[in-house]
């Protein structure tokens, strides 16, 4: 779920969440998520969040140097929302060039898609940002101060909770908090911005913003593929029925479930094989996963039971999204062609949040890939109109 982003201003064609579900797509739209309940925090618990532990002026590649005047490189804390303690976090934070704005720069976190559950995953650990400084050059050159997190546990320690959406969603609002310690003169008001699975944990911050983003002033969210709701991979892992994208997923998946929830085995969902070469399957090098996942059976990649694929299948509708109303705006765009995260599975998350009454546009773009989605000039301007004005529009159904 690796994806590069260029925040491009080229045209594309883009159809309105109104789009007839495919025939092939219509049964694996699933049940809702569970409600879950946030764990409580304590008061030095949400004292502590996003304060610096250690920074360090950071010197980038020359395109993201021509158009930041400051980059850092910082340890923040943000919290466990698992074990409800606090946690030390990686990430990397920016400023533009130019004239600082009345009421200072805004801000955009940009949460980054899949780059492994190891040590040093995270883009900031990596001297090419894992790809991602396009990204990062397109939001300075637009005027935003960003904060780019590398999610707690993809620093040098710690254990990376893949794909639980609170935790990655605090990591992300922290973010902007450390941001504003660094800079505090940057303006508190601020946009989250990510891909796959950083479209799951902006998705998240949406959500829980309104308690847990206090002193900061979320304007909007951009989830682009969003991760939001994968419950029905159970059922294609289950029925060996799995895209080449989903079983190079799969294993870090389970690997994700195991580390939040240390009492589901491995072995329940992935055969020996797997199991063997796990650390392959969920490491950084993109080429390795690969060739791991090549070297793998589908047989070691199902649940061994009913019994375990039901396990598997409420864990996940726990962790799906949406959970509660949103805070701010929420802008979903997916591709039509994805076979990582269908197309189907954000429709039907995207419609849950518009049932809860959230200011949604979803956009669908055909014949476009996972790995192909680009923002582009709809999704630029988006984002700059919810940092000028409250309202917002949205293309939820309504009957």
Known sequence: MVVLLILSLGSLALVACETVVPAEEADVVGPPPIPTSV??????????????????SWETSNDIARVASRSVRATYRSVDAVAGTTTQVTGAFFLPRGEVPTGGWPVVSFAHGTTGLANGCGPTQLSDLAGLGSTVVGLLGMGYAVAM???????????????????????????????RAIWPTVSDRWLAFGPSQGGQAVWAADELAATYG????LVGAVAMEPAADITRLVDLADSNAMSSEQRAIYPMVIEGVHRADPSVPRSDYLGEAAVSHIDGLVGCDKDAR???????????????STQAADRLRDYLRRTALPQKPLTAPLLVVNGLNDQTILPSWVRAATQRQCDAGGRVVHYEIPGVGHADL?????????????????AAPSNCRTE
């Open 149 to 179: 997190t590398d999610y707690a546990g993809l620093g040098p320690d710690g254990v990376h909770q893949y794909l639980e959406p609170t935790s990655a969603a605090y990591n992300v609002t922290d973010a902007v908090r450390a941001l």
């Open 214 to 217: 206090s002193g900061l002033n």
């Open 39 to 56: 764990v409580a925090l304590s008061e030095d618990v949400l004292e502590a969040r996003g304060t610096i532990v250690t920074s360090e």
């Open 290 to 304: 690969r060739k791991a996942t090549a070297g793998i059976s589908s047989s070691d990649l199902r649940p061994v």
């Open 374 to 390: 680009t923002p582009n000039k709809d999704v630029t301007n988006w984002i700059a109109q919810r940092f000028l004005t409250d």
